[in-house]
């Protein structure tokens, strides 16, 4: 068994706190992502896990044993790191093979081990060559490979490919992806900043701010039923636009109003009727919005035009702050200073109270 439990789990540098006690479970065979905003504690947390640092307080279990005060070498993980940290005098089978002698493994078991990692990573042509003779995305590969001949019960990666190019990153990220799918009972734990790696990887991501878990959830429950302002901006790209509103009246739907706004229009949300009045946040994805000739939920000028082939983003001055963003076809007749309308659904919108907890949404918008 490979699961992982943290149960408030702590992390302080003399009185500075930087994990506000972490309550996490993993399921055996799962890919977790932990994203987050730099200096949030996703890697402190994943060192954490490996045996790098201590746990302050709180307890984390692997296979159901509390590994707390147990090395590194003990825990039954493997670490991938952001740099690839390979000997320069090694070959590429040596690299591969050295914990294996340092286990002292049989010379038939480390050679198939390491052939067996190799054949799988595509890099069998390169197991004589050194690190040097390599491309990045190779010696990635290699990292990686010295990773699984340890057979691990949990793989840990530590933004594995924010060294490489955009290229690399894309067709490492499809390696990484294959690999876990060929090892479907070891558990990986993955750190990025990269939402789009969180999001085409993870069976599940947990969300980090400041030390403390926002959200957990699949990728399309973070995209579609964000709990709060802060995993709303953070899931998707371009990031979601939010602008004031005001709780015109309570009630399942509610009806709000927004600077932009005409009138006052109903959202798909249980609003109680304490929050009758009260500030709060509407929000909408550059992706729902679509031009209009009718009024629409915004009107303003064309600022920024970004042509990407496919897409066409807006960037849309309403005169009320921020602008907003409109992810339209490409084929799209906008031009730069042209005044425009943008509509949504409205079951694709999102609505948050002043403490910036979502607001709970109607079945009816979440079916949607």
Same mark, same amino acid.
Not at 143 to 172: C, H, M, Q, W, Y
Not at 216 to 226: A, F, I, N, R
Not at 229 to 258: D, H
């Given at each position: ?33 932990? =994203? ?12 954490? +896990?490996?045996? &790098? ?13 509390? =590994? ?5 070498? @003990?825990?039954?993980?493997?670490? *991938? ?20 002698? !340092?286990?002292?493994?049989?010379? %038939? ?13 595509? +890099? ?5 060559? &050194?690190?040097?003779? !390599?491309? $990045? ?8 490979? @010295? ?22 990153? *894309? ?57 709060? &302002?802060? *995993? ?27 600077? $932009? ?5 109903? /959202? ?25 000739? $009718?009024?629409? &939920?915004?009107?303003?000028? *064309?600022?920024?035009?970004?042509? !990407? ?11 009320? $702050?921020?602008? +907003?963003?409109?992810? /339209? ?17 409205? %079951? ?13 949404? !109607? @079945? ?5």
């Amino acid at each position: 068994m490979a699961s992982l439990k943290l149960t408030n789990v702590v992390k302080s540098y003399g009185a500075v706190k930087v994990l506000h006690g972490i309550d996490l479970d993993i399921r055996t065979g799962e890919f977790v992502v932990f =994203v987050g905003p730099s200096g949030c504690g996703k890697s402190t947390l994943l060192r954490m +896990i490996a045996g &790098l640092e201590d746990i302050s307080s709180g307890t984390l279990e692997i296979g159901g044993q509390v =590994v707390n005060d147990l090395p590194p070498a @003990r825990r039954g993980i493997a670490m *991938v790191f952001q740099s690839y940290a390979l000997y320069p005098h090694m070959t590429v089978y040596d690299n591969m093979a050295f914990s294996l002698k !340092l286990q002292g493994a049989p010379a %038939e078991e480390l050679d198939r081990r390491v052939r067996e990692a190799a054949e799988m990573l595509q +890099i069998t042509q390169y197991l004589a060559r &050194l690190p040097k003779q !390599l491309s $990045g995305g190779q010696r990635q590969r290699v990292a990686i490979g @010295r990773a699984i001949v340890r057979n691990p019960k949990v793989f840990l990666f530590d933004e594995p490919l924010s060294n490489l190019d955009a290229a690399l990153r *894309v067709a490492t990220r499809i390696e990484i992806a294959k690999l876990h799918e060929r090892m479907a009972n070891t558990t990986m734990i993955y750190v990025t900043h990269d939402q789009v790696e969180a999001m085409t990887l993870a069976d599940r991501i947990v969300v980090l701010n400041g030390g403390r878990i926002e959200q957990v959830g699949t990728p399309m429950e973070l995209y579609h039923t964000p709990d709060n &302002l802060f *995993v709303a901006r953070f899931i998707g790209s371009p990031a979601m636009n939010v602008v004031p509103a005001k709780i015109e009246s309570a009630g399942s739907p509610a009806r709000i109003s927004t600077p $932009g706004s005409a009138a006052p229009f109903e /959202v798909p949300a249980v609003v109680p009727a304490a929050a009758a009045g009260a500030p709060a946040s509407f929000g909408v994805r550059p992706e729902d919005l679509s031009l209009t000739d $009718g009024t629409g &939920l915004f009107r303003g000028r *064309v600022t920024i035009v970004e042509r !990407l082939g496919e897409n066409t983003l807006l960037y849309v001055d309403t005169g009320a $702050g921020e602008p +907003i963003v409109a992810k /339209v076809p490409g084929t799209a007749p906008v031009e730069r200073g042209a005044t425009v309308a943008l509509t949504a659904p409205v %079951e694709r919108t999102h609505l948050f109270g002043a403490d910036g907890r979502a607001f709970q949404r !109607l @079945r009816t918008a979440l079916a949607a």
